[in-house]
């Protein structure tokens, strides 16, 4: 190995020893590396060091910084003639865009990899970015579908050795989009199974970030003294690491976490916390949903005007990202139309928020026209979410109908609700579902009483 040889692996072995833990040592030799390339006149790894900055960069929560060495590399790469190193410089671009809030450009960019992957291990990393980048920007069913494609191409694999961190990795998100979607139990398993993962192969930044979302999804299974364990040490972990847009995340879960139990005040707290240090990180769609947190504790804490002004900047925060799914889960609390955020929310998937829509519009109605409008949209629904419309039916066709008739029907509202709250698999939603549908009690009680 020649001189100058020696010296770039020299520089390179320094950046892996302190990538995971030292962002300063990493950056430092990230920057030599370039200096060098640049005086031995060698462009392939002038480009390379570009890369290893914009990763240093992106992991310190410099988005802006990160995005013009991405920029640099992808160009440097192509003019050199090095597809397959352009091409990790895309994904690393592509995930910054989304970080940014910028879904035109990340709609824009997955066009262009998926057409440069061509061989099928660089089309599984690719989907795999896609699919973070348009989780990013709020398509969590889109996002599913990348994670799984990424899946099903690693399988195919004959040495699987090989690729048992992509495996890893494709596991880990499609394990998050599966809890967010309402899938608990398999997406505890791909959790842990992406986390024993990444402890054994000693990837520490990776294995907090698994942890992170074990214990959110830990959650909303109702598990929740394991999950305040995962995430305490998933945030000191990422802090320890110098990963602060990360370490903001799991303050903005904790945030999330403490509202479904009916922890207001400290939602509250914690979800400015998490605004904050996102704002300053430039972290846009994620700083938007910590924000429409925020609000949603000042709805439970009966604040409904600052509630409304707060779920506003979150909805313009979504908006400045593409997330359309995001801005209509703000309009709940700024009094927008609900019909089209019910459309917007159920054509991607986010099924439960939805029904929580049409439920606005038909309380905007009669009693009588309300009725109706649920029994006639409940059929877009899968039969396993009409069961949550079907106490709310039975409520307002009560509302129309003779005393007696009335009572019947209340009661079999009750009986619905009850239904309900047994079927649903976790602790919290079990509360949420109670909480959303006192009024069926209380109306039953008036009538009992008035009888």
């Given at each position: 190995?020649?001189?100058?040889?020696?010296e770039?692996a020299?520089l390179?072995?320094?950046?892996?020893?302190h990538?995971?833990s030292d962002?300063?040592g990493a950056?430092r030799?990230?920057?030599?590396?370039?200096?060098l390339?640049r005086?031995?006149g060698d462009?392939?790894?002038?480009?390379e060091?570009?890369l290893l900055?914009?990763?240093?960069?992106?992991?310190a929560?410099?988005l802006r910084v990160?995005?013009?060495?991405?920029?640099e590399?992808?160009?440097?790469?192509e003019r050199?003639g090095?597809?397959?190193?352009?091409?990790?410089?895309?994904i690393?671009?592509?995930q910054t865009?989304?970080?940014?809030g910028?879904?035109g450009?990340?709609?824009?960019?997955?066009?262009s990899?998926?057409?440069?992957?061509?061989?099928?291990?660089t089309r599984?990393?690719?989907?795999?970015?896609?699919?973070?980048a348009l989780a990013?920007?709020?398509?969590?069913v889109?996002?599913?579908?990348c994670y799984?494609?990424?899946?099903?191409i690693?399988?195919?694999?004959?040495?699987p050795?090989s690729?048992?961190?992509?495996?890893?990795?494709a596991?880990?998100?499609?394990g998050v989009?599966r809890?967010?979607?309402?899938?608990?139990a398999?997406a505890?398993?791909d959790?842990?199974g992406a986390?024993?993962?990444?402890?054994?192969?000693?990837?520490?930044?990776?294995a907090?970030i698994a942890?992170h979302?074990r214990?959110?999804?830990?959650?909303l299974?109702?598990?929740l003294?394991?999950?305040?364990?995962?995430?305490?040490?998933?945030?000191?972990d990422l802090?320890?690491?110098g990963d602060?847009?990360r370490?903001?995340?799991v303050?903005?879960d904790?945030?999330?976490l403490?509202?479904?139990?009916g922890?207001?005040?400290?939602?509250?707290?914690?979800a400015r916390?998490?605004a904050r240090?996102?704002i300053?990180?430039?972290?846009?769609?994620d700083?938007?949903?910590?924000r429409?947190i925020?609000a949603?504790?000042?709805?439970?804490l009966?604040?409904?005007?600052?509630?409304?002004?707060?779920?506003?900047?979150?909805?313009?925060g979504?908006e400045a990202?593409g997330d359309?799914a995001?801005?209509a889960?703000a309009?709940a609390w700024?009094?927008?139309?609900p019909?089209?955020?019910e459309?917007?929310?159920?054509?991607?998937?986010h099924?439960?928020?939805?029904l929580?829509?049409?439920?606005?519009r038909?309380?905007?109605?009669?009693p009588?026209r309300?009725?109706a409008?649920l029994?006639?949209?409940?059929?877009?629904y899968?039969a396993?979410f009409?069961?949550?419309?079907?106490?709310?039916?039975?409520?307002?066709?009560?509302?129309?109908a003779?005393?007696?008739?009335?009572?019947?029907?209340l009661r079999r509202?009750?009986?619905?609700?009850?239904?309900?709250?047994?079927r649903?698999?976790t602790?919290?939603l079990?509360?949420?579902?109670?909480?959303?549908r006192?009024?069926?009690?209380h109306e039953?009680?008036?009538?009992?009483l008035a009888r």
């Open positions: 190995m020649s001189g100058a040889a020696n770039f020299e390179l072995a320094e950046y892996r020893r990538a995971s962002r300063v950056r030799a990230a920057r030599r590396y370039r200096a390339a005086r031995r462009a392939v790894r002038d480009a060091g570009a900055l914009a990763e240093v960069e992106a992991g929560g410099r990160a995005l013009e060495r991405f920029e590399a992808v160009g440097g790469f050199a090095d597809a397959r190193r352009a091409l990790a410089a895309r690393g671009r592509v865009l989304a970080a940014l910028d879904g450009a990340v709609r824009r960019e997955i066009r990899l998926r057409a440069a992957a061509t061989e099928p291990v599984a990393y690719a989907e795999i970015a896609i699919g973070t990013t920007v709020g398509e969590e889109a996002s599913a579908e799984e494609t990424a899946l099903a690693l399988g195919r694999r004959k040495r050795e690729i048992a961190g992509a495996r890893a990795t596991r880990l998100n499609l989009r809890a967010r979607l309402g899938r608990l398999v505890r398993a959790l842990t986390l024993e993962h990444f402890e054994n192969a000693g990837m520490r930044t990776m907090a942890r979302d214990g959110w999804t830990l959650g299974m109702g598990r003294v394991e999950a305040y364990e995962d995430l305490r040490a998933a945030r000191k802090e320890e690491l602060r847009r370490a903001a995340l303050t903005l904790e945030a999330e403490a509202l479904r139990l922890q207001a005040e400290e939602a509250k707290l914690r916390e998490a240090r996102l300053r990180l430039d972290a846009v769609p700083a938007a949903r910590s429409l925020e949603r504790a000042y709805d439970a009966g604040r409904n005007r600052q509630a409304a002004a707060i779920a506003q900047r979150a909805k313009e979504f990202a359309a995001g801005a889960l309009d700024t009094g927008a139309d019909a089209k955020s459309r917007i929310l159920r054509d991607r998937g099924l439960l928020a939805a929580e829509m049409l439920v606005l038909a309380r905007s109605l009669s009588g309300g009725a409008l029994r006639r949209e409940a059929k877009r899968p396993l009409r069961r949550w419309l079907r106490p709310e039916i039975l409520r307002l066709e009560a509302s129309g003779e005393p007696a008739e009335a009572i019947r029907a509202a009750v009986e619905a609700t009850e239904d309900l709250r047994m649903a698999p602790g919290s079990r509360a949420s579902v109670l909480a959303s006192l009024s069926v009690y039953l009680a008036r009538a009992l």
